[in-house]
């Protein structure tokens, strides 16, 4: 029976310089919606260096910077019993697209200067040499395009952010066709966007090695509102 309810895509304010919501808010709001896990996928990208006033000069403790939400997250999560797993949005310098990267290793994300150059062609071979797991956000919105479906392990197929048409149907052609895992996200930034999507569990993951192992085994189904909702 898939009972936990986990959200997949989520931003806090503390790291996203588009994020409006802290863990003091989104941990209550997403206990009372249900919720026992969420995965915090703060921006990795140039906005967040600049929101930040990162030097990325120095590596030194850019890193801890980043996860500044996610430690937040986790602290209040604890109070609450939700498990939180760690995240990331990258975008890097080629384009608009957004990728999102769970279980990853911490040096593989500590140059934030030398990821970010990278290509998704470049970036997809070194996630490959750990357990990590990468998926495209959001392929179908405007400025994005797919990437080509053999860097990928997954794809968002339905994005549950209220302000933008991600065009989702087109997102699930795409995955299916090309046989990519399919999940679905809130996206969530602000208050409306809280608890709109996610996966659903039979068990819940201990930790991110786990969450990624059961998305791999397709052991979860999708929290997509109907048309009733």
């Not at 994020?19 to 997403?30: C, D, E, Q, S, V």
């Not at 399919?182 to 786990?210: F, K, M, R, V, Y």
């Not at 969450?211 to 048309?227: D, Y």
Request: hydrophobic share 35%; glycine share 6%.
């Amino acid at each position: 029976m898939y009972k936990h309810k986990i959200e997949t895509h989520l931003h806090t304010c503390t790291v996203s310089k588009c994020g409006h919501l802290n863990a003091k808010t989104l941990i209550p709001a997403y206990k009372e919606a249900g919720y026992e896990g969420i995965c915090v996928t703060d921006h990795y990208n140039r906005n967040t260096v600049d929101y930040l006033q990162l030097d990325l000069s120095n590596k030194d403790g850019l890193l801890e910077q980043f996860l500044r939400g996610y430690d937040e997250m986790c602290e209040e999560g604890a109070k609450y019993g939700i498990r939180i797993y760690r995240g990331a949005e990258l975008r890097f310098d080629e384009c608009e697209n957004d990728y999102l990267f769970y279980n990853w290793p911490d040096d593989l994300l500590r140059d934030m200067d030398k990821i970010m150059k990278m290509s998704i062609v470049e970036f997809s071979r070194l996630a490959r040499e750990t357990d990590a797991f990468l998926f495209q956000a959001h392929p179908y919105r405007k400025k994005c395009t797919p990437a080509i479906a053999c860097y990928l392990d997954g794809l968002e197929v339905y994005n549950g952010n209220p302000r933008h048409d991600s065009h989702n149907e087109r997102a699930r052609e795409y995955a299916d066709q090309f046989g990519l895992i399919a999940l679905a996200g809130s996206d969530c930034h602000q208050t409306p966007d809280i608890a709109c999507a996610g996966i659903c569990t039979e068990e819940l993951p201990a930790n991110d090695a786990e969450l990624v192992s059961l998305i791999r085994a397709k052991e979860f189904e999708l929290m997509i509102p109907t048309a009733e909702d």
